[in-house]
């Protein structure tokens, strides 16, 4: 009989470890949003569409890159942006490094994680809130208590804090866990009825509040309507967190009318959207969590760096030690 693996959170590294292990074991991964991708998240509201978690990811390593390609080829994903500028209160640096290949995720940055997922076994909206050692075991339950099922091994892929907190404390990673510093950011979604003439498609802020601005329909397949989304600095996010919605909204606004002189408290569309865990501060600094006695693991981005590459490498690395295990069994 196969081993029974729990993997939780369908972001890039819950999804690369589970297709890694499906050949050797019984893989169900919990997640507790809607979609997949995690952080590679996109919303769509009254003919609106944002990316409003990560902008696009590079791939630096020539596995990756083969991955990152054949979502190209497969219509998961696409290039954008073809330049980066820097967007001052002086105005706008033109971006003149050598070019480098970005991806995103087609139709939306989930299409990426939608596409690598295809044939898992995925239990969406459900978040796992409880482990209780059962036998060999675990046993897995909600919020509410429910029984979610019983698995050999549990694998969380959760951003650290998270991770932290559902791990027993006889977890052998608990100390690395420990380590790790994430920070949060706003991103401030803005849909326009009217025309809107900027010189780039995506530009780094320099500024005390704002760090990111993207015109949305400059990328391939998107065939929405007119729409901007800006990030947060993650310093001014994690200082802010827990400010009022609106506050943070207007303060947003009065930075973005200062830098290119437009005001859009009057946009067709205005949301906001509150990442808690959005940026890797300080990793684990090691490439996955695993405690071989109690059959539990973690792995993500924040084990080795701040980008989606570093989490498929965390994933992947984990999976080789797993399946050694496996077929040791």
Partial sequence: MKTSIAIIGAGIAGITLAQA?????????????????????????????????????????????AV?????????????????????????????????????????MSGFANGLADGLEIRKQTTVAGLQQCGHGWALTDGEGQDLGRFDTVISTAPAPQTIRLMPETFSGHDALAIVRMSGCFTLMIGLDEPLHLDFHAARI?????????????????????????????????????RDRDEVKSEMLASLKRLLGLDFSNAAWLDLHRWRYANVEEPASQPFLFDEVLGLGACGDWCLGNRVEAAVESATALSKRMITRLQGA
């Fill in 68 to 108: 990152a390609e054949a979502a190209v080829e497969a219509g998961h994903a696409g290039i954008w942006p073809r330049a980066v500028h820097t967007l001052k209160s002086g105005g706008l640096l033109t971006d003149n490094r050598p070019p480098e290949p970005r991806y995103i995720g087609l139709p939306g």
């Fill in 206 to 242: 320099e500024d005390d509040i704002l760090s990111w601005i993207a015109v949305e329909d400059s990328k391939p397949g998107r065939r929405d309507k007119l729409a901007l989304t800006i990030h947060s600095r993650n310093d001014w996010a994690e200082a802010n967190l827990e």
């Fill in 21 to 65: 292990l499906v050949p050797y074991a019984n893989v169900t991964i919990f997640e507790k949003s809607r979609g997949l991708g995690g952080r590679m998240a996109n919303r769509r509201r009254e003919g609106f569409a944002f990316d409003h978690g990560a902008q696009y990811f590079t791939a630096r390593s020539p596995a990756f890159r």
